[in-house]
């Protein structure tokens, strides 16, 4: 269909005095105005997409020409206002989004994830963590949502935790936990594992999510004058409670959960105090084997989830032709070889 002048003139005039009446409300710095502006205006362009691309090229000069020191009204902006609004038609839901997202971080967010409720789920779990458009970019790659909202968990929490700790304990769990900052190395022992965790440990509290403070690692409890060193001891801030990690280099034996059912009822009796909730143990396993793992659980007294971690096996593809091949080192050694010969 064939833009009509006259039309396009109205429909024009009603996006500019939008923008001039929302200029006006912004002046109180509120979130709400910019996300209201441009999802009526994705509406409009929406309505009259059958004039074609060149509706929104036409649009994106005009609105220049009226506004030059706006900024927002791009071709590509408009674009995004147009998804915006066939995405999320409901105008309470756009309400919401406003407290959970920046407009950056929501055309990021329509770009990586198509389904409305993972959408939701990482808009809300922003607002929860405060996260940087890169830092949600790089959570959404790695698969949070399908790590921590849609697997089964392997844990007692919901019978060893009064709600809403249970709950709460039960979302920060992850499965698995993806520590690619660390480069595995065949015969890598726990010791290592822990002690690259502690070196990146500002990457690690990222990756086990808001409301951990780190402790210490090796932290030792004494028990009848005998010393217990726990890997890895954390606050929770939210959860109210101490969390004991204890990491497994192999798969998951049923003996783990008993010891680390002993460290918590020891840090229970030594740290916790009235005010705290109850410690929880999480054991990291390269295989956390469920059904043994869900066993092993069942007649625990103490809350413990098990997990499994990844770490980077081999160097990522974009890295692996900058390196030279065995072959190629091998040929080289020996060119040098040839010439130092040749030169004695």
């Known amino acids: 269909m064939l833009m009509n002048n006259t039309d396009y003139i109205l429909v024009i005039n009603e996006i500019k ?13 509120t979130n709400s105005e910019l996300f209201t502006l441009y999802w009526n205006i994705g509406k409009m362009i929406n309505k009259h ?22 900024k927002g009204y791009s071709i590509r902006n408009l674009k995004y206002m147009a998804k915006f609004a066939k995405f999320i038609p409901e105008h309470e839901i756009v309400q919401l989004l406003t407290a959970q997202l920046t407009w950056t971080h929501n055309t990021s967010l329509m770009d990586k994830v198509k389904e409305r409720e993972k959408f ?15 830092t949600m970019e ?3 790659e790695s698969e949070l949502y399908e790590r921590q909202a849609l697997t089964k968990k392997t844990s007692n929490f919901q019978e060893k935790l009064s709600a809403p700790q249970s709950d709460l304990a039960e979302q920060s769990l992850k499965d698995p936990y993806i520590l690619d900052f660390i480069q595995y190395r065949e015969g890598m022992i726990e010791r290592e594992i822990e002690a690259e965790l502690v070196k990146n440990i500002t990457k690690l509290l990222l990756e086990l999510g808001t409301g ?11 028990v009848e004058n005998e010393d217990f060193y726990l890997d890895m001891l954390f606050y929770h801030m939210v959860l109210r409670c101490y969390i004991i ?17 002993f460290y918590i009822s020891a840090v229970d009796d030594i740290l916790k105090t009235e005010k705290d909730n109850p410690t ?10 469920g059904m043994i793992a869900e066993y092993a659980l069942r007649d625990i007294q103490k809350p413990i989830g098990v997990s499994e971690y ?35």
Not at 17 to 29: C, K, P, S
Not at 245 to 250: A, Q, S, T
Not at 280 to 289: A, M, Y
């Open 17 to 29: 005095a939008q923008i001039r009446a929302a200029q006006r409300r912004t002046l109180l710095g």
């Open 49 to 70: 997409s059958v004039w074609g691309n060149k509706f929104i090229d036409n649009l994106a000069r005009d609105i220049k020409l009226d506004f030059p020191k706006a």
């Open 120 to 134: 939701f789920w990482y808009a809300e779990q922003n607002s929860v963590n405060g996260w940087t458009v890169e």
């Open 138 to 140: 790089e959570f959404i």
């Open 212 to 222: 951990f403070a780190f402790i210490g690692n090796q932290y030792k409890i004494e």
């Open 245 to 261: 990690i204890e990491i497994k280099r192999g798969k998951f034996l049923p003996e783990y959960a008993g010891k680390l059912n």
């Open 280 to 289: 929880i143990g999480i054991l990291l396993c390269k295989n956390k084997r």
């Open 310 to 344: 990844k770490l980077i096996k081999t160097l990522p593809k974009e890295y692996e032709d900058l390196l030279p091949s065995v072959e190629d080192i091998e040929k080289r050694i020996g060119t040098i070889s040839d010439d130092v010969k040749q030169e004695s």
